[in-house]
């Protein structure tokens, strides 16, 4: 078991206070957006064996299968499938979607046979993974999850009293359900930019005025005055997470973040499809083809367990988020398997032990990664969230 020393990433739209005050430090004055915890080549968390930092990918690379364990390689390649981060919105993020793994391996392939520079703004896919992801609040947590039905989202739209809105609110009156939200985003995305932003304007000011459901998407547009993802927005499901909730974003599926701080975890990859609320590259034609015209309520996920670990269960193996609730004076939680764990602390004042590393204390923000195989044991008061794999 090694303690990690993880990097912030200072992205624009990252809250200036909300890391330092889990972390208990005084803010830059600076936005910090993520604090990142894996073996991600962008920011790698680095530990000490005693002969000075290192970072996690290198010490993966030198023993595959004695840091990850045996099943873990055969099933996913002498790398950690996974990467934890804690997530800070001060603003909100792009509304995206990621491919699913056949699209994904495709469109990386294309991309290097044509020879798209890996670091272009133009270019979608940084490499041939997946990007499944899981969002759980530790505050209120605002974001948008999924397509509303259509006569929900023309109902919405409907409501603003708008006379640009009103060809949108007939599109969608207008075709079959998956059909209409396709047209519906179509329409928007290659919209004359200048009409769009007029629209973009009068929705905002109506939004402001009337509040209520409207207002996430008058924030929206503070940000992003004049996006035509703020109009393509509206056509999403608006959810508010309390903390301990969590959403699951698979392949497909139109999301963004609005608001608040969350433990994510994802699959190691950076493939992104944009469609607004961005100052970078949205390719409409192949984010209408990785897209899922499929409206539904989003599943907001509580933890299952009997008092011990609970977990967020997930359709996929390469991550597997749970989290411990430790009381002062209780018992205390032995884990072991054979596979990879980071272990966070997000609140309170806990000790992770074992053999090779004896006890470690643990405060807010702080984590360590255990190697498959190695037994830890969590005592003192608490919550823990575990990220590993499914082998």
Partial sequence: MDRLTNTIRPYAWGSTTALPTLLGVEPTGEPQAELWMGAHSGAPS???RGAGQVALSDVIAADPEGELGAATVAKFGPRLPFLLKILAAGAPLSLQVHPDPAQAKAGFEDEERRGVPIDAGHRNYKDPNHKPEMICALTAFDGLCGFRAPLDAAELLAGLDVDSLKP????????????ALREM?????TADRAEMAHTVHETAAAAE???????PYATLAHHFPGDP???????LNHVRLQPGE??????GVPHAYIDGLGVELLANSDNVLRAGLT????DVPELLRIARFEPGDPNVLRPEGDGGEEVYESPIDEFRLSRFLL??????RVLSQDAPQILLCTAGSVTAGSVTAGELPLAPGESVFVPAGEKVELSGSGTVFRATVVV
């Fill in 246 to 251: 969590a959403m699951f974003l698979g392949a």
């Fill in 46 to 48: 680095r530990l000490d």
């Fill in 168 to 179: 949108y609110v007939d599109l969608l009156h207008a075709h079959p359900e998956e059909a």
């Fill in 185 to 189: 985003l179509t329409a928007v995305l």
């Fill in 279 to 282: 100052p970078k590259h949205v």
């Fill in 209 to 215: 005025r009337l509040g209520g459901p409207y207002a």
């Fill in 327 to 332: 009381a002062p004076g209780g018992v205390s």
């Fill in 229 to 235: 993802g703020v109009i393509a927005a509206m056509l």
